[in-house]
């Protein structure tokens, strides 16, 4: 599956953003899908995820409360509405697939980039 990431940009701390991950060439409910991040200097780490119907989801403690995952299946693609943004949620920010939401993501997006000023 291809997945192609967008929705990133400049915003201010506070403001909102809502990030997308169109996927094509397999069936897109197959699939869980996540949302990862990188900061510059650090590791990726993981910021939500959801399960194939969109029933279930989870949140890394550093977003849980002002983010929310959601896909639509009709469209092959999942989104990531964030806000009350923070400097600290500066990255490049990843959307990947795989079969179920524990992992492993098998396929990752090229990664849209974030940038949140103080």
């Known amino acids: 599956v291809q997945l192609q990431a967008s929705g990133g940009g400049l915003v201010q701390a506070g403001d909102s953003l809502r990030l997308s991950c169109a996927a094509s060439?397999?069936?897109?409910?197959?699939?869980?899908m996540a949302w990862f991040r990188q900061s510059p200097g650090k590791e990726r780490e993981f910021v939500a995820d959801?399960?194939?119907?969109?029933?279930?989801?989870y949140y890394a403690d550093s977003v849980k409360g002002r983010s929310t995952i959601s896909r639509d299946n009709a469209k092959n693609t999942v989104y990531l509405q964030m806000n009350s943004l923070r400097p600290e949620d500066t990255a490049v920010y990843y959307c990947?697939?795989?079969?179920?939401?524990?992992?492993?993501?098998?396929?990752w997006g090229q990664g849209t980039l974030v940038t949140v000023s103080s």
């Open positions: 990947a697939a795989g079969f179920v939401t524990s992992g492993p993501y098998l396929y």
């Open positions: 060439g397999r069936t897109f409910s197959d699939y869980a």
């Open positions: 959801i399960n194939w119907t969109g029933s279930n989801t």
